[in-house]
DNA sequence: TCATGACATCGACAGTAGTCGATATTGACA
DNA sequence: TGTCAATATCGACTACTGTCGATGTCATGA
């Protein structure tokens, strides 16, 4: 595995797609961060942490909407936090996931002409 | 699998991800949609498009940039084809790939808050 | 009709990713 | 300190995906 540790949305994001002909380490960033939405598990916790009240929700939340297991939960909302595309807030024992702002919008502008 | 044959670009971006929490169908639908664009050699391949002379290229031109071989350039155009990214038109012996206008401004939209 | 060139499909293989149960970690609280 | 509850990590398994070489298909042109 190459690891491209800290891919995270602004690296991603620098050029836009229909430019001119990405960078092989350009097309692989942004792979790396539309990776981390390509799944369905992991939009519908985007969108619930969106939804939630305060914009923030913790993994007890998250876990019976989505119908995964806890570990299953808490990994998708790893790789979602290492795109960066969500924070995490730790407070007592509970973890609190929120959207990072613009991170969606960013990855949004790289694809769209407009 | 759950086939879910024919999920184009205008199925899967019929709501947006930030508004409200996204359904099981429309989670899989969009995260079907995002695979298709999350690889970096169909990045590159949907950039090279876009960027050639007339908006389209035959397989023969995209070989050598991407540095793939000839079967597996075509699985990936198949791939954005049948995602709706790519059309595709055979004229004589060679098949040219053009970009579906408006088809990454769907999935843009469908991410971006703005 | 036959050979050639462009592209698609097939079959196989290796690497990757989603999932879970089990377990470790961490903080709150009695 | 010991227990409990919430998360994170680990290890394993399965399924999927990217890749290639071999082969099939089809249109062109001699």
Redesign the pocket.
Known sequence: ?TEIELTDVSAACATSLVGEPLTEEAAAELAHTM?ALA?P?RLRLLSIVAASAGGEA???DLTEPVG?????V??????LTDAGFLS?AKR????YYALVPGALDRVSRALGTA
Chains 1, 2 share one sequence.
């Open positions: 595995m990776k799944d598990a913790c993994v007890c995964l297991s806890q570990p299953t808490s990994h998708h909302l790893k790789v995490r007592g024992t509970l973890a």
